[in-house]
């Protein structure tokens, strides 16, 4: 079973659009985390974010905003006036340690195109 | 300080032909993993060494995949045989968390693994 979804193959947005980039989870598991990573056309993943599923408080960091709601197993990533090197692929990861999966399931990515 | 380094960042292999591929983590990481990632299956897991730990092995999709991890630090996936379906980028990360799963993964550049 798909443990992380996210239903957005592509998105295609212009510069200083606002996208947000959905990411849902399944686990049985009450401890676990939650990760988003970047992927630019250079290759390298590149860490974002880590949420605990013991956190539920939002998080801002400079144009970059992450809606983790665990009512609707979700955890939505929200980039503020986009630019165009936000172009990249993007990754929404879980891990479940305590079920021994320590390793990330990852998500299929979000393809993001900023336009000039 | 250095990041996951990789070698080599491109390989390329005639079928049924062996190969060995290296990541060197971060100093002082005790976790690293190795991931596989192709078009058709995105970002798989395949193994998972934590300090003198046994290995994870759950991900591997043969017994034709082995790795190693010498001294607690630099990682060698080895790939037997190798089949076309073989052809992927793979990826090594590390992690400073000693609970396994619960901290952010820094990724490595990857090697581009083609097989003719």
């Known amino acids: 079973a798909q443990k992380v979804t996210q239903a957005q193959t592509e998105i295609s947005v212009v510069e200083k659009e606002d996208v947000t980039l959905d990411c849902v989870y399944e686990?049985?598991?009450?401890?676990?985390?939650l990760f988003w990573y970047k992927q630019p056309p250079s290759g390298e993943l590149v860490f974002l974010i880590r949420r605990n599923s013991f956190d539920e408080q939002n998080e801002i960091s400079g144009r970059y905003s992450w809606n983790f709601q665990k009512s609707t197993s979700s955890f939505n990533f929200t980039i503020t006036a986009s630019q165009v090197v936000d172009s990249a692929v993007y990754f929404c990861?879980?891990?479940?340690?305590?079920?021994?999966?320590?390793?990330?399931?990852f998500g299929s990515g979000t393809r993001l195109q900023v336009q000039p | 300080g250095a990041g996951v380094s990789q070698s080599p960042s491109n390989k390329v292999t005639e079928k049924g032909k062996d190969v060995e591929l290296r990541c060197d983590p971060i100093s002082g990481h005790t976790a690293l993993y190795w991931y596989r990632q192709s078009l058709g299956q995105g970002l798989e897991f395949l193994i998972y060494?934590?300090?003198?730990?046994?290995?994870?092995k759950s991900g591997l999709p043969s017994d034709r995949f082995s790795a190693e991890r010498t001294g607690g630090s630099v990682s060698t996936l080895t790939i037997q045989r190798t089949q076309q379906e073989d052809s992927a980028v793979y990826l090594c990360?590390?992690?400073?968390?000693?609970?396994?799963?619960?901290?952010?993964?820094?990724f490595g550049p990857g090697t581009r693994l083609t097989v003719l």
């Open positions: 990861a879980l891990s479940e340690p305590n079920t021994g999966r320590r390793a990330l399931t």
């Open positions: 686990t049985r598991d009450t401890t676990y985390y």
């Open positions: 990360a590390s992690s400073s968390r000693t609970s396994g799963g619960m901290g952010e993964q820094f």
């Open positions: 060494f934590q300090g003198n730990s046994a290995p994870d």
